[in-house]
Structures are given as C-alpha cells and as structure tokens.
C-alpha cells in the first residue's frame, strides 16, 4: 500500500479501523514580482472509524491572505504581489472535515482494486482572492470518487470532485466575494523503488511519485453594497491578476520522493510545475514537504523485526 | 420406509458433536491486497492484540502469517479472520493446526472444542492422530473463488439450525 500514499491525492484506501494518524504538510513558493516568502501549513488528524469508513479533520495558516479584504479594492487587487504591498500576516485559515468511504474492495496476492467516495466541507476564516477555490481558503463543500489500483510495487489513482466555494461575506464593507466552482481531476502514479524484497519491518521504504492535477474553474465574482464589482479594470493594469480573477483550465505535475521509515512513519518532499497552463494558487515552483505518522495499537509496545528470508 | 428411519438417525449424530481432545496450537493466513511493509504492519498488530494469540508474524515477501495460540485461552479463528479485514485487507485462505487423538472423521463429521463446533466437509474417512492441518471454509476465510466451490456443501449442511447454531459454527476439510 506503500506505493499508493500519495503526497498529494487521496487514495481510495482507508486507514485501519481504530488507527488514528497525524499529518502536517507545508508549502513554499516565492511570490512574483515581490519575491516574498509565502508559506503554507497544515495539520491533519485522520482516524479509521471502521473498516471502510475513515473521518479526517484539518487546520490551515498560511501568510497568504489578509484578515479582510481592505477599504480600497483597486489598490489591493493591482498591489497586492507588489514588494511594496503590506506584508501578509500569519494566521489560521480554515477548518476542514472529510469522510472517505471505501464501497468497492477487490483484493488479490499483491494487488488490489479499490474506490471510495469523499465528501470534505471547510470552513474560512480569511477572504480568498481568487477564481480557483480551495478547501480551507473557502469556506465550502466538496465531493470526489476514488480509483485506486495497486499491482506489486506499482500503484496508480483517478480523483474526480467537485468543489462548491461559498460565499464570502464581510457584511462590515458590504463586500462579497465568490470564486468560481470547480471540477478536478487527479492522475497519480507511485512505484515502490526500494526494497525490492523485504527483510523486515524496518527497512526503509523510498517510493517514487508523480501526481498530475486538473482542474477547470469559475470565474470569481465580487458584489460592493449589493453591486457587481467588475474586474475588467484590471485587465491592462495586470495580466496576472485579471486572470486569477477569470474562470481556468489547467495542469500541473507534482512528482515526489517519499521515504518511509518502521513502516509507521513517511516523509515527502516534491515540487510542483505547469504543464497545461497554471495554477493561481500559488506560484511556480512550489515546493512542498509532509510527514505522516500512524499510531498502531501493539500489544508489547514494541516493534517486532521480522526476519524474512 | 425403513432405509429413511436409517438415514435420518445417522443424520442426527452426524450432528451431535462429540466433544474432543483436540489442541488448537496455530493458524497460518494467506492474505491479499497486501503490497508493502505498512499495510502489513497494520495487519500483524491488530492479530496481535487479541488476547488469545502469543504470537503473529507476517512475511512481508509472500503475505503468509503465522498466528501461535496461547494454550490456556479459548481460540476463535473467527477474530483471526476479523483482524484482517479489521486493518483493511482481505484474507486468501484460513488454516489451522489441531492435534488430534485417534479421531475418527468423514463427510458432516462434528467436533466440539472449547465453544465451538467444526463441522468436515468432503474429507475421506479416516483417523487423525497428532497434528493436523484444517482447512476453514467459511465466507470471508478463504478468496471468493475458492469459497464459491464449496457455497452449496456449506448451504446444504447449514439445513435445520438455528442462528444460534451456525453463529458457532466452523466448515473445515482437510
């Protein structure tokens, strides 16, 4: 199953019934043309309510975003990448829950066909500013069905959802802000490098990814006092924010590298590249890093090495 | 008229276990789905922390495991089985070790141990003594191919009990 814990998409595999597990992630990208810093964190606990059930919650920070969107909304949309722009604050973004749920189980020697369903919903604590959504810098809901196949030492997983962003409100300015809905689909592909046979529970297990991510977005839209807030004034003012702001296709591929240590513990690192187009999310390249731990239940509290020669 | 009265009171001691000297000492699982040394992991760990099992290994080359039993605790294969699927995998077959005292044995063949009974199907007749190795044929004890050979021997033998009944009930051969 090694091969199929993948750094980016869900496998269709849940996690044991009663195994609880930690997850922190964080993201790093230089903003452009600031070349500032942005930093992404988060911290995930999932938990095997049953065979085929498993429930996660997530908390998010970034220094991605404002507290609120400010009073004057041409300055901050045309400004806001610039170095002379305020600097971001660190703070928590969101709240996350998700629910997999494993309905198609096919199991063989050293394979398996698995599919799951997912349903996430989020709620945000800060104003998004773009036309691509994401769970956490929205408030919102999403649903997505999982294909995972998984033949020796190779795994491969098809993601498909549907990301419904709410609205934001800050009733305070009479500014709503909505990004776009959004279709994706996500193309994983792991292979076990090493070992090639197994000659107990500690031997380190170095897996090779690489993730490929679609999506296909809304536009955003943006009321002041009930009015529609137009975008197109940013059109010649910033071609990059005027786009952040429109509806989108793109691709990008993230390939990893993923160690596994005592068969509880795994760390990844990669990196994220365009394709087909881009990302505005974030900015090129995006280097992330996470670490997963499971809390397995043992009898003795001890680590047994198997030997299996 | 008479060849019935026969046939249905050898049918009924064909029920009627009898109680035997048996010793369960191990199990040995063959169990799919597995790829690497996480999942199988997660497998060993559950089987061992049932409070009857004094030792679980799992090759992490063939996915064969190896279960021990403690010899002053009552056995339930059932729980051995539930682990797996417990930790998310499937189980490929279900065997286990019995040593037997000069026990005569054929087809519908019922022994009680220790709470359960274990009924044979299609066996030869013959006598066990010493070690012997039963094969369990129950759902979710051996891959759905395998188990949909023997679906309608067990279906057949099933006829007449009770809930109660079956809920201690294992399917073996050997």
């Known amino acids: 199953m090694a091969q199929e814990l993948f750094p980016y998409a869900e496998a269709a595999s ?150 419904f962003p709410f609205k934001y409100k800050d009733e305070s300015q009479g500014y709503s802000f909505k990004s776009g809905n959004c279709q994706y689909l996500h193309l994983s592909f792991g292979y076990r490098l090493i070992p090639k046979a197994y000659s107990g529970y500690s031997n380190l297990n170095v897996n090779l990814y690489v993730e490929f991510i679609s999506a296909n977005y809304e536009k955003a839209t943006m009321t002041v006092n009930g009015q529609p807030y137009s975008f197109d004034i940013y059109q010649n003012a910033d071609k990059y924010i005027y786009n952040s702001l429109q509806s989108g296709t793109y691709t990008e591929v993230r390939p990893s590298i993923q160690l596994i240590f005592y068969s509880t513990t795994r760390v990844e690192m990669g990196v994220a590249s365009p394709i087909l187009n881009q990302s505005y999310l974030h900015f090129y390249p995006m280097y992330f890093v996470s670490i997963h731990k499971n809390f397995f239940k043992q009898k003795n509290n001890k680590l047994k090495v198997v030997s299996n020669k | 008229m008479i060849s019935f009265f026969f046939r249905f009171i050898l049918g009924l001691f064909c029920f009627f276990p009898v109680v035997s000297k048996a010793q369960f000492v191990s199990a040995t699982l063959g169990i799919n789905g ?32 190896e279960v021990l039993f403690k010899t002053d605790q009552k056995v339930d294969v059932r729980q051995v089985v539930a682990a797996v699927y417990k930790a998310g995998f499937s189980v490929g077959y279900t065997e286990a070790i019995f040593i037997f005292d000069q026990q005569t044995v054929s087809d519908q063949f019922v022994f009680y141990y220790e709470g359960f009974n274990y009924q044979f199907l299609k066996p030869a007749q013959e006598i066990l003594n010493g070690k012997t190795t039963l094969k369990f044929l129950d759902k979710k004890f051996l891959r759905k191919k395998a188990y949909n050979f023997w679906a309608p021997f067990i279906k057949e033998s099933s006829r007449g009990k009770t809930k109660a009944d079956l809920k201690t009930l294992y399917h073996v051969t050997l």
């Not at chain 2, 790829?35 to 064969?64: D, G, Y």
């Open chain 2, 34 to 65: 597995l790829t690497c040394s996480m999942c199988s992991f997660a497998v060993q760990s559950e089987m061992e922390r049932l409070p009857f099992v004094e030792k679980a290994t799992l090759n992490l080359n063939t996915n064969i495991a």
């Open chain 1, 14 to 163: 849940t996690q044991p019934k009663g195994v609880p597990g930690i997850r922190f992630t964080y993201e790093n990208y230089k903003e452009l043309p600031s070349q500032r810093a942005r930093n992404y964190g988060g911290i995930r606990l999932v938990y095997g309510l049953t065979e085929n059930l498993t429930a996660a919650i997530s908390i998010t920070g970034s220094n991605h975003h404002l507290k609120k969107f400010p009073s004057d909304l041409s300055y901050y949309f045309q400004k806001h990448h610039q170095k002379t722009f305020q600097q971001n604050p660190y703070q928590v973004e969101g709240l996350i829950a998700s629910l997999k749920y494993k309905f198609l189980n096919l199991d063989g020697h050293q394979r398996h066909f698995r599919m799951s369903l997912m349903g996430s919903a989020a709620k945000s604590f800060i104003p998004h500013d773009g036309a691509e959504p994401r769970l956490g810098d929205n408030s919102g809901a999403d649903g997505a069905w999982i294909a995972t196949l998984l033949i020796r030492r190779f795994a491969v997983s098809l993601t498909n959802g549907y990301l």
